[in-house]
């Protein structure tokens, strides 16, 4: 991994970091809903859905002032789900990222409200931005609810809920996957590249490409499942196993899933290629995605 990617990453990391922060700290609410909010934004995370949508933008524009909101209001998105999933009625996990998750810290209700309090506030966030205009905001605000809702991310996660302890095919797991976690990278790529004022040609194979790199990025989460290290993952080694999740070991055996995630990557590329977007740091974090350890 190239040092200036890692440091590419940190300083957008650190920059969106400071911008959800200011849209939060002086937001008038009552103090547990904020803290709950805050203690999950600020759990950690690799910030790698927002770094997508400005590494995005920047394959046609270099204003990223323009697309902040949107990298704001997808982290407080991705945040939501998170809280969601690790209550007890979902995956009842006890940490997140190596900390207690927000119903431990909290409670279940507090947790449940932080949530829908992240997600609800997103869409505020990018209709009051003055830097979009009208027809923006109208693109933004449609397609990031398409793909967080039963369409999209909401769907996912009840099929992969259904598909516990049951045989699944690979077209089957793709699915879920394509929805689960490809379609938040989704509007990633697309609005950044949409408000770079990339063309149709370029969106739509910018589209295939992220297509390919939401599986790339869940294969990965599989293999560290079976390969990675607690500490670094942040969460017991064989936890899907132990609830009972489909998985590409699990479909294919080890080896297939890194196979299959090398395909994965091939295809990424060659989309990112017909995009023109093949010198852009979205190529390194392709790689990056690929290779990840935590």
Same mark, same amino acid.
Request: avoid cysteine.
């Given at each position: 991994m190239k =040092?200036? $990617? $890692? !440091?590419? /990453?940190?300083n957008y990391k650190k920059k969106i %970091? *400071?911008?959800y922060q200011?849209?939060?700290q002086n937001l008038d609410i009552p103090v547990q809903l904020k803290e709950s909010m805050l203690y999950s934004l600020e759990a950690g995370g690799k910030r790698l859905r927002p770094v997508l949508l400005l590494?995005? +933008?920047?394959v046609y524009d270099h204003d990223i002032q323009k697309?902040?909101?949107? =990298? /704001?209001a997808l982290e407080m998105i991705h945040t939501y789900s998170l809280i969601h999933d690790d209550l007890p009625a979902m995956d009842d996990d006890d940490y997140r990222r190596g900390k207690l998750t927000n119903h431990k810290v909290y409670n279940e209700a507090t947790a449940i409200l932080a949530g829908d309090a992240l997600l609800t506030y997103s869409? %505020? /966030? /990018?209709? &009051?931005?003055?830097? $979009? &205009?009208? *027809? %923006? *905001?109208?693109?933004i605000i449609n397609r990031l609810s398409t793909c967080s809702g039963p369409k999209g991310m909401v769907g996912g996660q009840i099929l992969d809920m259904e598909a516990e302890d049951k045989?699944?095919?690979?077209? =089957?797991? %793709?699915?879920i996957h394509t929805l689960k976690t490809g379609e938040l990278l989704k509007f990633a790529i697309y609005t950044g590249a949409y408000l770079g004022k990339a063309t149709d040609m370029q969106l739509k194979h910018l589209t295939e490409f992220a297509y390919y790199l939401g599986l790339i990025f869940q294969v990965q989460d599989d293999i560290l499942d079976v390969t990675g290290e607690q500490e670094k993952i942040g969460k017991p080694v064989g936890s899907d196993e132990l609830n009972r999740k489909s998985t590409y070991p699990k479909l294919l055996g080890l080896e297939g899933a890194i196979n299959r995630k090398e395909l994965y990557v091939e295809k990424a590329k060659l989309a990112l290629l017909h995009a023109d977007a093949q010198a852009s740091n979205l190529?390194? $974090?392709? !790689? +990056?995605f690929s290779n990840r350890d935590h």
């Open positions: =040092a200036n $990617l $890692l !440091d590419y /990453i940190d %970091e *400071k911008e200011r849209y939060l590494a995005s +933008y920047e697309v902040l909101s949107s =990298a /704001i869409f %505020e /966030i /990018i209709a &009051n931005d003055p830097l $979009l &205009n009208d *027809k %923006e *905001k109208v693109t045989p699944v095919s690979l077209e =089957a797991m %793709e699915q190529m390194g $974090l392709t !790689d +990056y």
